[in-house]
Structures are given as C-alpha cells and as structure tokens.
C-alpha cells in the first residue's frame, strides 16, 4: 500500500524500506539523484524460498522489527552510548552522536566521506585540535573522534537538530516516526497546523538532508509532501520550497513553485533577493506572456525605477547620507521607493534606525502587497527591528489584506517548541519568542490603535469564527479541569471580556446575548478582538502547562465538530441514534481527558498544578439528554 500523501507529520509511523519502498515508484526521481538498490527476490532475502504469508515470513518480520527497535535504541538511550563521530548542528546544542558503520553502510555519501577520511584524503586537525577537512572533518577537543559541522555537511542547505536526529531514526531503523508536534506546529492557537511555516521548514530540512547523504525513498517520500504544501500555504512560505527544489534538482516541485509563485502578486525586488537568477527569469518571462496574452501589460516608468534601485543600492551598502543625496537630486521620495519596507526586510538594525531619524518616511505605509514595515519585521523576525519601527510609532494592529496582524505573522512562523520553551536564567531568549512579547506587550499598551479596515465584513466574519473556536475550546476546559481554566482565564485577563458565544454562554444564559444597537462597527471589533486576544493568551497557557489535556482537546474539536458550529447545540442536537453515539464519543473524551490529566500532573511542576486536586474532584460532566 503506497504511503499516504498526507502533508500533516504527526501520524503513524511510516515503514521505507530502502530502495523497494512503494513511495520510490510514487513519483519519478530527480535527474542526478541516487538509484535505489533492486527489491530483493525470494531466494536473496533471508526468507529465501519461504512462501508469501508462511511462518518464515512472519518470524522474518519479526526479527527485523526487533533489530530496527535494537537499532534505535543507540539513538534513545543514553546509557547505551557507543557513537564514534560527532556532528555539529547550527543552534548552539550539543553536537549529535553518530555511528560511522551504521551510516556508511546505509548512505553512500558518508560512505565516501568515511572511505576518504579513512584513506588520508580528509585535511588532518592542526595541532589545536580544531581542524576541519574535506566535509568538515575534524577531532573533537580531547576525544580522537572525528567531529563534522552539518553547514559544511550540507552546503547551501540548512538541516536543523530535530530533522537531523529524524533523518538518523529512519537511516538506523528504516522507520520514519512521526515529528514531535511542536517542531512542525507554530505558537498560533487557531492555526490548523497543516501548511503552517514550522511544517514546510522540518520537510525542507529533511529533503536537504536526504538529496544530499542520498536516501532516494526519503527524496521522493518528501518530493510528495513538497508538492502538497505548494498550493495550500502563503507564497512567501513557497520560497524556500523552491529553494530546496533548485537545490535538490526537483524537477516536478521547482516547475510547480515556479507558477505559483508567476500567478502570485510578490513583487520584483523579492524575486531578485530571495531567489535563484535563472528562476527569477523564468517567473518574469510567464508574467510577461501572461500579460501579453491578456492585453493588460504593465507600462513601468524605467526612469522611476533606476531611481528606486539606486536608493536601494544605498542602503544595501548602509550609506543613508547618499539615500539623502539621491533624494535631493530627484523628485522621489523615500515612500516612492518603499525604503521603509525594503530595510525592514533585508538590512540591519542600524540602517532602520538611521532612515527612520530622517523623518521623511510614512511608518504605517502598505507597500502593492498590503503590508507595512512592522509586518516585514516580523515575517523577519528581528527583535532590534521591530524596536526600532514601534519605538518611532508604527501601528501594530495594522492588518494585511488577508486580515493577518504582526503579531499572527510571527506566531505562524514560530515553532510551538522554541515559544515553549522555558529559558534558564542567565539564557538568551529565543528571538522568534522574544518579538512575539514585545509586540504583545505592545499591543497591550496601546490596544486602541485599530485601523479602519477591520471593519470589513469579510474580517468581521473571520472573527466571528475565531472567536467560537476559541470560546469552545476554552469552555471545554472549564468544564474537565475547572480551577486551573479558572487561574489560566485570570493570568491572561479573559473574565474581564465579555464572552462572545458557544457552550459556555449556552450552557449558563440558556438564551442569546443582548445586542447592542448603537455599538459601531469599529466598537464592535475593538471588543471582540479583546476577547480573541484574551481567549488565545488561555489557549496558549493550557497548551504550555497542560499539553497532553490540551492535545486532547485539539483532535476533539478538529474531528468531532463540524466547522464553525457551536459545540453545545452539535452535542444537544440529532437522532436519538445519534445522540447515543455522541454520548459514547464523550464519555470517551472524558476518559481521555482524565489520563491525559495524570499525565501532565506527574510531569508538571507549574503552578496550575497545585490546583490539580480541585479539578480531579469536581462533579462529572453530562450531556443532557433529549
């Protein structure tokens, strides 16, 4: 049965074996790629004349289970440390063990590196003990082992720790075990989580390190799951799919990010930053007969746009003197050029700061696409920046076009885990964390600052359904664990906000909320948004202290409630058929919820769970009864 083609990592494990996995067949393999070894016929396997189905057959699946599980414990266990050779990864870890005999005999790659090192072809360490050779070889401080940094490994690529040790599970076990979920979900509560930017990076790395120490079942295994992303995610997230397409010569996934990216609105300057020269001319030349085919070509001013690259230019170089010189010398404006939005994305903190002290530039100015300087910043993820741009005034509840604040951009692109994550004192805190808090706190500071454009109607519904999201996640948790939702609602100000509807309004008033005629749009949305912002900061508290409740609750409410449905009125209506069974699925739920429960009490040591022994005795849970 061919793998499944589900983009989402958190499912059963997948079993590749190498070079006869049915994915292989899935999707033709990349020009240059690695061939995959012919499948084994009866006689050459260890089954060899044994009929499909017999006793040799399962006793053979089973001996190979317990060696993949054997083999795997080299990797868990850390009593059971016998790895030879070190990597190191690019965040400021430990370096990865691994064992050499294992990888040789699984990657031809390392087979080589291993071969050459062996043979004296690899720069021998220098007497500080820190050399590095051919691949990045060299001996760790102390130990005789050799020790290989992953960016030398994999030039041009980025594999981080959690896709590497993913990549090293498969190549020991032959199994690809499922991602921890907080590598490939962000820090936003109503995200789906299914093309979110965590999920697109870990399958980029992965596909980095499988084209690269050549696994051609994981290529083609990832190849599938690229193209999947491809058209369900933003297109900025598209990027560094065809970054790794170009790379990994994905001839299929570089051609379908390609007219993706022609059919999109990104602009020019983008392409010319972040992409490969010869794909950028080949997205321009679709664009152009696109347009010609059309009859809507585009006359640009070639004048005005010399101009603007010269000042770009400027500041590429961080000379804001000639930025000024160039502006006296022509009718353009730093506005004219977006040179707010093109430092906010690609130069430094200093540079915002020095063409910020001009004064000449509009702070909350959208640029063709619809975002401001702060949004750039946080789809950056810069601190200093983002300082810079709300120290001088900029708005940070300015929406984007598809309804998308600063701080919903950086909480898509975090992951769960480094948002999580608990700093040691003296620790530096996590970048990504960080601009979520100081843009929080701002918001905080000045929650008036709402613009016009949330009044839409197309938002408003937006909100309308993020709001009886959150409100039935929240009340499901009111009702399992009642003093710790209390304590979580009170830390993030949520009962000083009006709820907007759902099982708990339902389930108290037994009517509808009164309807203020008079209110404005404008506060309306002031007040509904208090609410949302109210409710995340709970979720987000719940999923921090109480993880396993909290995942719980997640698939409940993604599998068992239809969309944009109150939970109360789906649990109370139906069949007397169907009211059984929606009785048995919570009765379920509660079971679920109460081992989930014990769970996160015996590992957490947080406040919320002093109060462990309120909830565990509370009254249970009925569903009434029709």
């Not at 090192?117 to 050779?133: K, Y």
Request: charged share 25%.
């Amino acid at each position: 049965m061919e793998p499944s083609s589900s983009i989402t990592f958190a499912s059963s494990s997948s079993y590749l074996s190498n070079g006869s996995s049915p994915c292989s067949a899935a999707l033709p393999l990349p020009p240059g790629a690695p061939q995959a070894a012919a499948p084994l016929t009866g006689g050459e396997g260890w089954g060899g004349g044994v009929a499909a189905g017999g006793s040799g057959s399962s006793v053979e699946a089973v001996s190979l289970n317990r060696l993949s599980n054997n083999l795997e414990r080299l990797l868990l266990d850390p009593d059971l440390d016998c790895s030879d050779a070190d990597v190191d990864v690019a965040d400021g870890g430990p370096p990865v063990p691994v064992h050499r005999c294992i990888l040789a005999a699984r990657s031809a790659f390392f087979y080589d590196l291993f071969a050459a090192r062996a043979r004296g072809g690899a720069a021998r360490v220098d007497a500080s003990g820190a050399g590095a050779g051919a691949g990045g070889a060299g001996e760790g401080a102390g130990s005789g082992r050799p020790r290989y940094k992953m960016e030398e490994l994999v030039p041009g690529g980025r594999v981080g720790r959690e896709a590497f040790q993913a990549f090293l599970g498969y190549v020991y076990t032959g199994k690809l075990r499922p991602a921890p979920a907080d590598v490939v979900s962000c820090a936003d509560p109503v995200c789906p989580h299914d093309s979110c930017p965590p999920a697109i990076r870990f399958a980029v790395e992965l596909m980095y390190a499988a084209w690269t120490f050549k696994i051609p079942e994981l290529i083609s295994l990832f190849q599938r799951r690229l193209l999947n992303f491809v058209d369900k995610t933003l297109v900025e997230d598209v990027i560094p799919i065809l970054q790794v397409a170009s790379h990994s010569e994905l001839t299929q996934v570089l051609d379908k990010c390609i007219q993706r990216i022609a059919r999109s609105d990104l602009d020019d300057i983008s392409l010319d930053k972040e992409l490969p020269p010869e794909v950028v001319g080949e997205i321009k030349n679709i664009r152009k007969k696109s347009q010609t085919a059309d009859g809507d070509a585009i006359m640009s001013d070639p004048v005005h746009e010399k101009r603007v690259r010269r000042i770009h230019r400027a500041l590429d170089s961080d000379d804001v003197e000639l930025v000024k010189l160039l502006l006296n010398e022509s009718e353009i404006t730093l506005d004219d050029a977006k040179a707010l939005h093109y430092v906010a994305a690609y130069c430094d903190s200093k540079v915002v700061s020095d063409l910020l002290d001009l004064g000449l530039a509009n702070l909350n100015l959208k640029n063709d696409r619809g975002y401001t300087a702060l949004h750039l910043a946080a789809m950056r993820r810069e601190p200093a920046i983002i300082m810079c741009l709300l120290n001088k005034g900029a708005n940070v509840s300015q929406l984007t076009a598809d309804g998308r604040s600063a701080i919903t951009i950086c909480r898509r692109l975090t992951r769960a885990k480094d948002y999580n994550t608990k700093m040691k004192q003296g620790q530096e805190s996590n970048k990504d964390r960080l601009c979520i808090d100081i843009l929080e706190r701002e918001m905080m500071r000045n929650p008036m600052a709402v613009e016009d454009a949330v009044t839409s109607p197309l938002l408003a519904d937006d909100l309308h359904m993020k709001l009886l999201y959150l409100e039935n996640r929240v009340a499901f948790a009111r009702l399992f664990f009642p003093a710790e939702a209390k304590v979580a609602m009170q830390i993030a100000q949520a009962d000083t906000t009006e709820e907007f509807g759902g099982i708990a309004a339902a389930s108290t008033s037994g009517r509808l909320r009164e309807v203020d005629l008079n209110e404005t749009p404008v506060t309306q949305n002031k007040r509904l948004r208090s609410r949302v912002d109210a409710l995340m900061k709970t979720v987000e508290l719940g999923r921090r202290y109480f993880p396993n409740c909290s995942q719980v609750l997640d698939k409940f409410l993604e599998h068992d409630l239809p969309d944009g449905l109150d939970a109360f009125l789906v649990l109370q209506k139906g069949t007397p058929d169907e009211q059984k069974v929606k009785r048995m699925r919570f009765c379920e739920l509660k079971e679920d919820v109460r081992k989930a429960f014990s769970k996160d009490k015996a590992d957490n040591n947080s406040m919320l769970s002093s109060l462990s022994s309120s909830s565990s005795s509370s009254p249970p849970l009925k569903v009434a009864k029709k």
